[in-house]
């Protein structure tokens, strides 16, 4: 982060050739072949080794999965759940939800007193906080379905990693560091992530036998290990000694969803995302919105640019919260929401100079974010297949609980739901009702692991961590490759900003705007808060690949993240 803060934005319209070639971006990796793109170097190796040896794009994905649940123990994980977009080099492009659902015990008033009140800290730190697990059920469902390889040979090399270890560096720390308080709560992470009463430092060697043994069950077992068997087991019995409401059953009923992706075009290219409960239909609203405008002629970051930009982002996310939610349990208006006469009404709100008040829009209901302990990455194989996968425990190292005798941290996604009307979540915002709590249902989700094409050809595999900011990355991302024709570098390095409804204010990383920009749109109503909306250290992680021609791979790890890599062949 502190490598941004020096950077001089202008508001001219060539600012894109400027910051390609002013800023401290380090190039993208280049390859003609295959690459990853991962939040971890280890599990990035692990794929692109798979796909030398004549795996596909979904082996390297579910290995990476895997060994990602191994070295980036805050995000990847065993104990939480995601999404998948895998567009086949021919075929038909699919979506994969492994989301967290509900225990079947759950109930809107889970969180609260006898008064109505919520109870602090219940959602998100307590064994009531947990929803059952999908990740497993997940990544088995993609290898059966689209996989070259056996379970055993995907989990082999995450097996190593956890029985032999990997040396620490300083960007896998500092997580440990930060959470140290909440980790030493857990006796079973403090075995394993501390040494002599201290978070583990870089240098060290990290070992897991007991993920280990857990992976050794997966391995041979599969989905029934883990969910109907030793494993399930753990975490149930668990889970009711210290008052969760997990049950085997709620294991044992947990089916992932394999479904068409949500589909969208934007200025030539076409954009294959995650439908509700992901994150991809407040991304179309708000290009459809955009297409209306001349962003790339008004300049990058100039006022006029941020004030539409921003304004889409407004408009589209009092919708999510208004409208979207589990596709089996809400009705949702997509057609409409995502029509172009929607999005023309939309624009005719939207006046030239001024800030729309949030309070205008659907009032009452507000956004809902993902938790920024968000894992992406995104493989393409030389065969033409690409996959994108956004997996979560919510909150970072989710709970913070292990269950004995596992090795991995379980979520914490049920604070993902309206836990009490009114009330904000753990990143400060209030939750609309189409996303109560309801046994069996998946809580509403920002994760939008992305695909697009131009011209029937692949472009850009990407997504992000980030909480209520992934969104916003992912379109930032598309808007910087499109309209401003920045390098894959820029489009990934380049500041962001982020606004979602309520607060009303625009949120922005160090260098992001010019005073000059920031004078113009403070005088037209806008408010600004450096940092982003929940004060973390995060602010995405877009591990992209671009295609910028055939035979031209680019991977990009995004300079927020140090422990990240980009490998081609």
């Known amino acids: 982060m502190m490598r941004l803060a020096g950077i001089s934005i202008l508001v001219c319209g060539f600012w894109g050739s400027a910051i390609a070639g002013a800023a401290p971006y380090p190039p993208p990796v280049v390859a003609r072949h295959a690459m990853v793109v991962t939040a971890e170097r280890e599990a990035t190796r692990v794929g692109i080794a798979v796909l030398r040896e004549g795996g596909n794009a979904v082996d390297a994905a579910v290995a990476v999965g895997y060994a990602l649940a191994v070295t980036d123990p805050c995000c990847g994980n065993l104990g939480g759940g995601g999404f998948m977009i895998y567009r086949p080099a021919r075929g038909r492009a699919r979506f994969l939800d492994f989301r967290e659902v509900a225990p079947q015990a759950a109930t809107p008033d889970l969180y609260l007193n006898a008064k109505g009140q919520l109870i602090p800290g219940l959602s998100l730190y307590s064994w009531k906080a947990i929803g059952v697990p999908g990740t497993v059920a997940g990544l088995e469902r993609a290898r059966r379905l689209w996989g ?93 000694r210290h008052g969760g409401i997990l049950t085997l059953a709620d294991f044992r009923d947990y089916r992932p969803v394999v479904t068409r992706p949500l589909r969208c075009r934007y200025r030539g290219v076409e954009i294959i995302t995650a439908p509700p409960p992901g994150g991809g239909a407040t991304l179309c609203e708000m290009l459809n919105i955009l297409r209306g405008y001349p962003l790339g002629r008004d300049g990058f970051h100039s006022a006029l640019s941020v004030h539409f930009i921003t304004e889409a982002m407004r408009f589209a996310y009092a919708d999510r919260n208004t409208f979207l939610g589990d596709p089996d349990f809400v009705d949702m208006p997509l057609r409409r929401l995502l029509s172009r006469a929607y999005a023309r009404a939309i624009r005719r709100r939207i006046a030239p100079h001024r800030a729309t008040p949030s309070s205008a829009l659907h009032p009452g209901v507000f956004a809902s974010p993902e938790g920024h302990d968000t894992t992406q990455y995104s493989i393409v194989d030389r065969f033409g297949n690409a996959v994108s996968v956004t997996y979560t425990l919510n909150t970072f190292f989710g709970t913070g609980f292990m269950a004995p005798h596992t090795g991995f941290f379980l979520n914490n996604e049920m604070d993902d739901f309206t836990t009490a009307p009114d009330h904000p979540n753990a990143y400060g915002l209030v939750q609309g009702v189409v996303n109560a709590i309801a046994p069996g249902k998946r809580p509403l989700s920002s994760m939008t692991p992305t695909i697009a094409t131009r011209g029937g050809h692949l472009f850009l595999v990407t997504g992000s961590p980030g909480g209520s900011t992934i969104t916003t990355t992912v379109l930032q991302v598309i808007l910087n490759l499109v309209n401003y024709h920045l390098g894959a570098a820029a489009a990934v390095d380049a500041p962001r900003f982020h606004m979602q409804w309520e607060p009303d204010l625009i949120y922005y990383e160090p260098g992001a705007f010019s005073g000059h920009t920031m004078t113009l749109l403070r005088h037209w109503g806008y408010h600004f808060r450096a940092g982003s909306p929940w004060g973390s250290r995060d602010w995405g992680d877009a591990e992209t690949v671009f295609v910028p021609s055939k035979g031209r791979l680019e991977g990009v790890n995004d300079i927020r993240n140090p422990a990240g890599l980009a490998e081609g062949d």
């Open 148 to 240: 070259t390889w056996s379970r055993a040979r995907l989990l082999a090399p995450a097996i190593r990693l956890a029985r032999h270890g990997y040396v620490l560096t300083p960007g896998d720390v500092r997580f440990f560091e930060d959470d140290a308080r909440r980790l030493a709560r857990d006796p079973h992470a403090v075995r394993i992530f501390f040494s002599h009463g201290r978070p583990l430092q870089a240098g060290m060697r990290l070992r897991q036998p007991t993920l280990a043994n857990t992976l050794e069950r997966i391995a041979r077992g599969g989905v029934r290990a883990f969910y109907d068997g030793p494993i399930a087991r753990a975490i149930v019995e668990a889970s009711h």
